[in-house]
């Protein structure tokens, strides 16, 4: 059961529990649906930019512990970087948690999103953490289709 | 019967030691029929709890197969060789163990298709195709698995007809009052899941068959969770279309069946051309053969067949009643005990419902339920169980399912509790 702790971690809970930047932003230049079909995660994110930077994020809507905490932690923490920033730690985030490369190497760029290192032992959860990451790489793209994770 | 079971029954019990009452339906015993129980997951006995998804395989179904493909295998219907005509008439002895498991009238009634899903898309473009026109409308419920909406959705879209829903309650119950109303001289086809996957419910098949057939309405009905359940007699039913896959009720996969009253079928185009269905081709002109032949074009799974055939030998070589008795009491005992359960909605309380449980716990995510519960070595299933439609109507993304075979046991049930607790605890 020790994967459990790691996969459900405090910061993990307390973030699907209480997510930050769980709203709206009315003025949004980039709004973005998420979805994963097989369970039925569904998000919308918004971002605001100014210049290059990410100046605003929020987001709404439902999904599993895992997906949520990630959307919550990936909006607090892309807030204020710059895009090319942003894209970096997608893809920081995505080796992690498919486990292709060692958290422990990068402990400091990674900060909270660290707790999402036990994900890359549930490979069926792999996508619910990923989901909100590849939204707002998709809004930043200027995507217009929905994101799905299928 | 039931006072007899001790519910209980501590969890650290011995599983195979454990003493039954005698007399009564045993799970133990049945279970030693199943290779997959003596392996552990995550180092746990498997509490398996996923069989309306799929059901494991008896021994003697596994051998079957392996029978088939050591000693007895070859094409079918076209050799003169012996091994030829032995697999040819393993392949129809088959065929005949399966109009006697429905009740069939006649062995060419029974086709061979790859599961419920192909059975509804072979009537859909067959028989829809040449019955449904502009205007007309196909009938369908509202518990319907994507299965039985979709085949019907594409061919109304392409004829310009509309495909029309019955409702349901909030137990999952059909509003069968509006049912009949429902039907009116444009109504081509009734088409009916008889037990829901995702919430239970057993329709009345038999009745609305026969209101629907009142009106001289033809009425499929979707057997896919209804056949490992409960007696199916497609003659007492008088449904005209009847769809069960082979996976699901303890035999292969990528076997199926499709029962259709016999001048229905002779009367429809065939689905697919090719071999075996044709008794002469030139390039102007094909004569096609007479049923079953018409719709089993190419090689079949023939293996597959075989495979069923077994699985039902197998699965007759039971009391039905004793099984669906058990099945019943752990259905039972699993309701009571979620229901005693703050957080525990069940989604899902119809009248007459088989053993399958559906439920959401309050701040918890289903796809979490079921990872934790893996972790126990209980598989379950979470998420929309192919019927988004029934998720929408309860208002929820998806739930946890917990569904039962007579393979199971109190202990799978008292594990089920046991880990909804530390669930809860999880992500108190
Ligand atoms: C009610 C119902 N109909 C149809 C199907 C489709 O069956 P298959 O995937 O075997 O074709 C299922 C399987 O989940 C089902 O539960």
Redesign the interface.
Known sequence: MDELRDLYQEIILDHNKNPQNFHKLVDADFTLEGFNPLCGDHYTFYLKLDGETIEDIGFEGSGCAISKASASLMSSILKGKRKEEAEHLFSLFTDIVTGKIDPAEHIEELGKLAAFAGVADFPVRVKCATLPWHTMHGALQGKQDNITTE | MSTTWNEATSMTASPITEQHPPGDFDPWRVREDFPIFRQRIRGKPLVYLDNAASTHKPQVVIDAVSRFYGEEYSNIHRGVHYLSQQATDLYEDARRTVRQFLNAKHDEEIIFVRGTTEAINLVAQTFGRMNIGEGDEVLISAIEHHANIVPWQMICKEKGASLKVIPMDQHGDLKLEQFEAMITDRTRLVSLVHVSNALGTVNPVKEMIATAHRHGVPVFIDGAQSVQHLPVDVQDLDCDFFAMSGHKIYGPTGIGVLYGKKALLEDMPPYQGGGDMILSVTFEHTVYNDIPYKFEAGTPNIAGAIGLAAALKYFQGHDITALAAHEERLLHHATENLRNIDEVRLIGTAKQKASVLSFTLC??????IG??LD?HGIAIR???HCAQPV?QHFGI??TARASFSFYNTMEDVDALVHAIHSVLE??S
């Open positions: 701040a918890v995510h289903p796809h979490d990872t934790i972790q979470a998420g929309h998720m993304p998806a999880v992500f």
